[in-house]
Each structure stands twice: as structure tokens, then as C-alpha cells.
């Protein structure tokens, strides 16, 4: 069962054959990523394809001890490591794999590369974040969307009105100045990103644009993994929809 | 093949681990070696490794869920191991300290590779922490542990019972097995790792004898300080 995986042994994984897609959308806060989930969900279930979504801290079993442990920031940088890993398992287990078997398409609105550029920004090594995640399924696809500083910032801000501590690294003393600190931050997250793009083999997108035009590119990477035609120009009623969910979903931001 | 070891440690306090199965007698050993280096002067610290609130919480979530698998289960236990060495460990050896570990990352190994675990990984999951410069393994047969147990009356629990795994329905039965695979893969890396093999079927004052014994030449340049520190 090391075959889908990135080559460590998974104990415990059904022997039936994972027949389904997972889809990774990877970005910073703000690339616009959990609208394009939201676009993307809509579109594959208009093809008629069961999609499941997923993403970083929603797993029952730790979410509540990550929520805690930041609000104390007591936690040193391996350990808050290692407790997002256990979210991750969790999910990969008891989410992700039971979905793949069922056949149904898992759309991932992060997955383990954030938590391996987070870890190696914190002092990890590249190595280490790699082998803790050697038990993760390899995606069929993952989508990057890459947009510049300038435009996660104005996003932010139009958002929430402000930059938010963790995805400004605060944690790391780069700076005491938030705005200072949220660049030199996402200067070294991009930079971790574009390492793991070329090592992991990511299909890059242009994010600084409009979402309707990210999501007509996204459709066109995808097209080729479900045989399918991209659809027309998503209709102003469903290019503009807030994100949708089965489930019970958080904030994006993790 | 030999796994990787872990990496030596440059800080100038000096790392003693004691390592065994329940009821091997090791936290007895380690606590009155901690006492006998205290009263030479040494500055000692001394801290065990036992499921911390953090890990007995979801521990107790993820039962009733049913939803631990050996793959959380060995990263729940990473965490609470990170969480404990940089803050219990790390800080007094930089310090200077004897520090004196009751379990380390060995037993990590021993209990993940016995639920199926990919022993490489985990070996890597846990470089960072470095390796010791004495790791004394109490080594005992299951059955004197199991009575031990029974004399003290401990209650079993269910993931040291390895019931998780499921070898048997029976408590009894089952932590037999369980922990005859671990001291099976305690007495496999014993060798690999440079384990100071204890035979700890003896009386408690034989091996604290030997212990002490054991340390006289790592001691023999060590400063001494003031005080004792416990982790209690």
C-alpha cells in the first residue's frame, strides 16, 4: 500500500483499491482558494461526480487542542508540528481514504504541503517535513495558486479588516511590526512553495487575477483527469456563491 | 538493516535513560538514582515520559470514537514527546544538568513498530531528539512484570494491552502479547542502539549498585552543583 502513498506504510489501510480522485488546492490565505473550492465542488457535481471536502484542522480528534494551543502560543515549533500532523492523519484515515474507496472525489482545501512549509519555516528541515508525510496519499492533481503578496494583503484586509498573527508568522520574531512581518513571512512561505511545486510536481495558476478566470484555468488543468470538456463561463449566479458544505466547516484560515 | 540512531547530542549536561516494560522496575531505579547524584552534588534533573493531559484527553476521544489507528496513535505520542523535550529536556541538558529520562524515544519505537508502524519513520519523526549518552534497559521477563502488576494491583489499560491490536479479547492475554512483542523488539534494538543491558529479575539494591557503578566514569569530569530539581 506504499504505492499511493509517499512511501511510508500506512497500517490498517483497506486492501480494496482507492477508485477515487483527490484534488489539492494549495494557496496562501487569501489566493482565493476556498472560493475555487467552492466553484470547483459546484462544477464536478454538476458533472455528476460525488465530491467529499476536506481540509487542515477539522479533524474531531486534536482540532480543539490546536485551537487551545494557539491561543496560548505555549507550544514549542516541533510540537505544534506534530499535533497538526495528527489532525492530518486523522482526516487521511477516517475521512480521505474512505471517501477514495467509496469513489467518490476528495477536494482538499490544503493538504501537507502548507503544514511542510509552515514546520521548515519554523526551523524544520525540508527532509524531516518530508518523511513525517511519507504516509500521505499522492494526489491525482495538486493546484497552486500563486499570487503575489501585495494582492493575499489587500485580500486580508478587505476581508477581515486586518492581518491575522499566524498567517503574519508573529510566532516567529521576524518582526515586531505586524505588516513587516506578514511580507517576510510570506516571502519565506513562497519561497518553501517553490520547492515543494518543483519537487512535488504542482500545477502553478496565475491567482492574481479575477476568480472567474483562476477557476476557467483550473478547469482546463483538471478537464484531462475526468475525460470531461470544460464547462462555459460559470453564470453570475453561481460565479459569485459563498462556499457550500455538507459538512460542518471552519474558517480557512489554519 | 539497522534503522538510523539518533544524532549526538552537543549541550554540555549529560542525558541518562531508563528504558523497560511496565513494571521492569526502572522508575524505582531511576528515582533513587536521581537521589544518590543529588546527594554527590550533582545537579539533576529528573522527568518520565507519562501520557501528559494534552495526549490523555484525545486518548480518551479517540477511544470512545474508536477513531485512534496506529498512525495517530504514534503521532499523538511524537507530540506529547516534542512537547516534553523542549520544554522539560532540552532546557536543564543545555543547562548543564544530569538529566535523567524515565522512557525516552525508544519507547516510542518499541510500541509503534509492535502496532505495525514503519520503524524508519518514526525513527525520523523523533531526530530531533539526540541521543543519550547512557540508556540503561531494564530487561525482565513478561510474566514478572505481569505479576508485579497484579501484586500492586494496577488496573490494565487498554492501549497498553495493545487491545487496539486486536490480539486477544481477553485483558489478561492480550497485554501478554502485546508486551512480549515489545520487549521482543526492546531485546532487537538493545544491541543496535547501545543499550547498558540491566538484568532486572535482581534486588533493587543490586541494581542501583550497579548503576551506580556503571556511572562512575561519565561522572568523573562532571561538575557538581547545588541542587536537585524534580519534574514531579
Given at each position: 500500500?506504499?504505492?499511493?502513498?509517499?512511501?511510508?506504510?500506512?497500517?490498517?489501510?483497506?486492501?480494496?483499491?482507492?477508485?477515487?480522485?483527490?484534488?489539492?488546492?494549495?494557496?496562501?490565505?487569501?489566493?482565493?482558494?476556498?472560493?475555487?473550492?467552492?466553484?470547483?465542488?459546484?462544477?464536478?457535481?454538476?458533472?455528476?461526480?460525488?465530491?467529499?471536502?476536506?481540509?487542515?484542522?477539522?479533524?474531531?480528534?486534536?482540532?480543539?487542542?490546536?485551537?487551545?494551543?494557539?491561543?496560548?502560543?505555549?507550544?514549542?515549533?516541533?510540537?505544534?508540528?506534530?499535533?497538526?500532523?495528527?489532525?492530518?492523519?486523522?482526516?487521511?484515515?477516517?475521512?480521505?481514504?474512505?471517501?477514495?474507496?467509496?469513489?467518490?472525489?476528495?477536494?482538499?482545501?490544503?493538504?501537507?504541503?502548507?503544514?511542510?512549509?509552515?514546520?521548515?519555516?519554523?526551523?524544520?528541515?525540508?527532509?524531516?517535513?518530508?518523511?513525517?508525510?511519507?504516509?500521505?496519499?499522492?494526489?491525482?492533481?495538486?493546484?497552486?495558486?500563486?499570487?503575489?503578496?501585495?494582492?493575499?494583503?489587500?485580500?486580508?484586509?478587505?476581508?477581515?479588516?486586518?492581518?491575522?498573527?499566524?498567517?503574519?508568522?508573529?510566532?516567529?520574531?521576524?518582526?515586531?511590526?505586524?505588516?513587516?512581518?506578514?511580507?517576510?513571512?510570506?516571502?519565506?512561505?513562497?519561497?518553501?512553495?517553490?520547492?515543494?511545486?518543483?519537487?512535488?510536481?504542482?500545477?502553478?495558476?496565475?491567482?492574481?487575477?479575477?476568480?472567474?478566470?483562476?477557476?476557467?484555468?483550473?478547469?482546463?488543468?483538471?478537464?484531462?483527469?475526468?475525460?470531461?470538456?470544460?464547462?462555459?463561463?460559470?453564470?453570475?449566479?453561481?460565479?459569485?456563491?459563498?462556499?457550500?458544505?455538507?459538512?460542518?466547516?471552519?474558517?480557512?484560515?489554519? | 538493516?539497522?534503522?538510523?540512531?539518533?544524532?549526538?547530542?552537543?549541550?554540555?549536561?549529560?542525558?541518562?535513560v531508563?528504558e523497560?516494560?511496565?513494571?521492569?522496575?526502572?522508575?524505582?531505579?531511576?528515582?533513587?538514582?536521581?537521589?544518590?547524584?543529588?546527594?554527590?552534588?550533582?545537579?539533576?534533573?529528573?522527568?518520565?515520559?507519562?501520557?501528559?493531559?494534552?495526549?490523555?484527553?484525545?486518548?480518551?476521544?479517540?477511544?470512545?470514537?474508536?477513531?485512534?489507528?496506529?498512525?495517530?496513535?504514534?503521532?499523538?505520542?511524537?507530540?506529547?514527546?516534542?512537547?516534553?523535550?523542549?520544554?522539560?529536556?532540552?532546557?536543564?541538558?543545555?543547562?548543564?544538568?544530569?538529566?535523567?529520562?524515565?522512557?525516552?524515544?525508544f519507547?516510542?519505537?518499541?510500541?509503534?513498530?509492535?502496532?505495525?508502524?514503519?520503524?524508519?519513520?518514526?525513527?525520523?519523526?523523533?531526530?530531533?531528539?539526540?541521543?543519550?549518552?547512557r540508556v540503561f534497559y531494564?530487561r525482565?521477563?513478561?510474566?514478572?512484570?505481569?505479576?508485579?502488576?497484579?501484586?500492586?494491583?494496577?488496573?490494565?489499560?487498554?492501549?497498553?494491552?495493545?487491545?487496539?491490536?486486536?490480539?486477544?479479547?481477553?485483558?489478561?492475554?492480550?497485554?501478554?502479547?502485546?508486551?512480549?512483542?515489545?520487549?521482543?523488539?526492546y531485546?532487537?534494538i538493545a544491541e543496535t542502539d547501545r543499550f547498558t543491558v540491566v538484568?532486572?529479575?535482581?534486588?533493587?539494591?543490586?541494581?542501583?549498585?550497579?548503576?551506580?557503578?556503571?556511572?562512575?566514569?561519565?561522572?568523573?569530569?562532571?561538575?557538581?552543583?547545588?541542587?536537585?530539581?524534580?519534574?514531579?
Amino acid at each position: 500500500m506504499t504505492d499511493r502513498t509517499y512511501g511510508t506504510r500506512l497500517p490498517g489501510m483497506p486492501s480494496e483499491p482507492l477508485t477515487g480522485k483527490l484534488v489539492v488546492i494549495e494557496g496562501a490565505d487569501g489566493s482565493g482558494r476556498t472560493t475555487e473550492v467552492a466553484l470547483l465542488k459546484e462544477w464536478l457535481e454538476v458533472q455528476g461526480h460525488a465530491v467529499v471536502d476536506t481540509g487542515l484542522r477539522r479533524s474531531d480528534l486534536v482540532s480543539a487542542e490546536i485551537d487551545r494551543a494557539k491561543q496560548g502560543h505555549t507550544l514549542g515549533a516541533t510540537t505544534m508540528a506534530l499535533l497538526y500532523s495528527v489532525d492530518f492523519a486523522d482526516q487521511l484515515e477516517n475521512k480521505i481514504v474512505p471517501a477514495l474507496t467509496a469513489g467518490s472525489t476528495v477536494l482538499a482545501d490544503r493538504y501537507v504541503y502548507t503544514l511542510m512549509a509552515r514546520a521548515v519555516v519554523r526551523g524544520a528541515s525540508r527532509e524531516w517535513a518530508r518523511e513525517l508525510y511519507g504516509f500521505a496519499l499522492r494526489p491525482d492533481v495538486v493546484v497552486f495558486l500563486d499570487a503575489r503578496p501585495e494582492i493575499l494583503l489587500h485580500r486580508a484586509i478587505a476581508k477581515y479588516g486586518s492581518l491575522d498573527y499566524w498567517e503574519s508568522g508573529m510566532d516567529l520574531c521576524l518582526s515586531r511590526d505586524l505588516f513587516e512581518s506578514f511580507f517576510l513571512y510570506q516571502e519565506k512561505l513562497s519561497h518553501e512553495f517553490d520547492w515543494l511545486a518543483a519537487e512535488y510536481g504542482f500545477q502553478r495558476i496565475d491567482a492574481n487575477r479575477a476568480p472567474e478566470q483562476v477557476h476557467a484555468d483550473v478547469q482546463r488543468r483538471l478537464a484531462p483527469l475526468y475525460g470531461a470538456e470544460p464547462s462555459p463561463p460559470s453564470t453570475p449566479d453561481g460565479a459569485g456563491r459563498p462556499p457550500v458544505s455538507r459538512g460542518r466547516r471552519k474558517a480557512a484560515s489554519a | 538493516m539497522p534503522e538510523a540512531s539518533l544524532p549526538a547530542h552537543g549541550y554540555s549536561g549529560r542525558l541518562l535513560v531508563f528504558e523497560g516494560l511496565d513494571g521492569s522496575g526502572k522508575s524505582t531505579q531511576a528515582m533513587l538514582l536521581g537521589k544518590w547524584l543529588s546527594s554527590r552534588g550533582y545537579r539533576v534533573f529528573t522527568t518520565e515520559w507519562n501520557s501528559s493531559e494534552l495526549v490523555s484527553s484525545v486518548i480518551r476521544r479517540g477511544k470512545k470514537k474508536g477513531l485512534l489507528t496506529p498512525t495517530t496513535f504514534s503521532l499523538l505520542h511524537a507530540t506529547d514527546f516534542a512537547d516534553r523535550f523542549e520544554r522539560r529536556i532540552l532546557p536543564p541538558l543545555r543547562a548543564g544538568y544530569l538529566v535523567v529520562c524515565d522512557r525516552y524515544a525508544f519507547t516510542a519505537f518499541v510500541r509503534d513498530a509492535a502496532r505495525g508502524c514503519d520503524p524508519d519513520w518514526v525513527r525520523t519523526i523523533y531526530s530531533f531528539a539526540p541521543r543519550p549518552d547512557r540508556v540503561f534497559y531494564f530487561r525482565v521477563p513478561v510474566q514478572v512484570t505481569l505479576k508485579r502488576k497484579i501484586a500492586s494491583r494496577q488496573k490494565m489499560n487498554y492501549y497498553e494491552a495493545g487491545m487496539d491490536l486486536g490480539l486477544s479479547d481477553d485483558l489478561h492475554e492480550s497485554y501478554e502479547r502485546f508486551q512480549s512483542r515489545l520487549k521482543a523488539e526492546y531485546d532487537r534494538i538493545a544491541e543496535t542502539d547501545r543499550f547498558t543491558v540491566v538484568d532486572s529479575t535482581r534486588s533493587v539494591e543490586a541494581i542501583q549498585a550497579e548503576l551506580r557503578e556503571n556511572l562512575g566514569p561519565l561522572l568523573d569530569h562532571f561538575p557538581t552543583g547545588e541542587r536537585m530539581v524534580h519534574d514531579g
